[in-house]
């Protein structure tokens, strides 16, 4: 059978670079981008779009009938800051959009599911530095709690029903392209933004708050290199850690300032900072890259790099 992809949520901070990198493997008119709301990027433009709600099993059903989908990356959930405002709707979103995809995959309309955990799934009791793949997982945030049903069910799917489905566990994700919204790694890209406009930041977490994060082509190629594994070397079906790199708002401070020597940061800390204080500072990822072979690329240096001079 050919291959056919959807996207659903292909206009949000990993959606869209991830369509742009998937149109250019298998063809524009083989991904078909989805997203709750219109994008006034080139996702609209350069190959199929549909607005399509994640919670509304039907419409992906019809999506997937029409276009004869054989993969779905499910890209759409409310992130850890957004979701502890409004819980409900959070655990709702993430949960719900879950079983709509699982549920076509059980019935044998798509092939294979791709969705993405979060560091979020660890919690306070986990150990933080190098955080091993089985661990203690008591997460204290909706989006975690989220994230971690969702893990259990996709491995419940997977052994119960032999449905096809890959995740990893994404760190705080950095790019230029677009804005990510309502996570607490979000500063780690309003930094860069700032750092050009106006010379200065206030971080809402402290100097010292070290969080594991990753470029986003490192994570877009972790994300397709999951995908294009072989079945049988996807050993663990809720999810893989994965690790590229971990700084605090003070060491990418001085990353910016051997640009821009005159950056300055300053500290207001709001209640992103008890979630960051949950999760892990390192992630032990050696089973994703003895499984599938997954190797990172960018370092915090290399990273601002390409930031700055993109964003400028
Ligand atoms: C968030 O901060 O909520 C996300 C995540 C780590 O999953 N970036």
Redesign the pocket.
Known sequence: MKKRILIIGASGQIGTELTARLRKLYGNHKVVATDIRESDSTIVSEGPFEILDAMDSEAIQDVVIQYEITEIYLMA?M???T?EKFPMKAWNLNMTSLFNVLQLAKENKIKKVFW?????VFGPTTPPINTPQNTIMEPS?V?GIS?QAGERWCEYYFNRYGVDVRSI?????ISYTTQ?G?????YAVDIYHKALKHKKYISFLSAKTT??MMYMDDAIKATIGIMEAPKESIKIRNSYNLSAMSFNPEEVSESIKKHIPEFEIDYKLDF?QK?ADT?PQSINDDQARKDWGWKHKFSLDEMTQIMLDNLR
């Open positions: 959930a992130l850890s800051a979701a993405p955990s979060s560091i979020a945030t989006y994230k566990r994404y760190p705080g994700l990510p309502g996570g607490t790694t979000d969080l594991p992103r979630i999760w």
